[in-house]
């Protein structure tokens, strides 16, 4: 069984933040005790005697909210680097899947639906990928508890049975399961690589996104694992024509791009 961890960053509904970021953390269910290890170990940095006490957050631990207040700025950055790391480090036995869905984007499409067909479909398609060189195996989701459980779970019987824009989820073995993030490292990880992402794109802050870049599903130089939805900017003119001179205005005009592969 291949378990895929999801968590968001952005929300499509607040106009401050051009970009909504799905993204999940693929691993064989028999690796996940060894990123939980190695996690708390990070985690003990902060809390030797509990280390669950800290939750493995991507914006607290940048912004020094809640229990990361004491610590240096320095140190709680180097953490989420040190977290991430785990990802390249694994060789490929961990993979990345996202879907980046841009403001402007889309004709109106809901980022958070379409988002979910693309990471879904794209993780049905590296089991399938598998399933052909003789590895056979289904895959479950997991998602961080949000209001969004029972939409995303009517958009999953949907898409198997009904299908998606590109075919059938054919190796999902149950609707997609929802936990607390406190409870689980692995839901905390997806939850750094969705705050990489997002980083990366809102804020042109490639630093923790960097770490991760090689991580995306592949197959034969093809990147499947990151999907991107831009908005694509068109500049119109206009010519201002005045008695003694002729002013060119530009103006930017947002419209709907063509969704990458």
Known sequence: MHLLYVDESGSPSDPNQNFFILSGVSIFEKRTHWVEQHLNAIASRFSPDDPYAFELHGSPMRSGKSEWRPFPMADRIQSIKDCLQVIPDSKGK???????????????????????????????????????????????????????????????????????????????AEVPLFLDSKASRMIQLADLVAFAIYRHYQAADSQYFDIIRNCFDSAGGTVHGLHERRARRVETVEVVETATVTVIETTAVIQAATPSA
Request: proline share 1%.
């Open 94 to 172: 961990i993979r990345l899947f996202a879907a980046v869905f841009e403001r402007g984007a889309g004709n109106g499409d809901d980022p958070i639906q379409s988002c979910f067909e693309q990471v879904a479909s794209r993780f049905d398609m590296y089991l399938r990928r598998l399933h052909y060189q003789g590895d056979s195996q289904r895959g479950i989701a997991v998602f961080d508890k949000s209001t969004t459980e029972k939409s995303i779970q009517n958009m999953a019987r949907t898409f198997k049975h009904d299908g998606h824009s590109f075919g059938k989820l054919t190796n999902f």
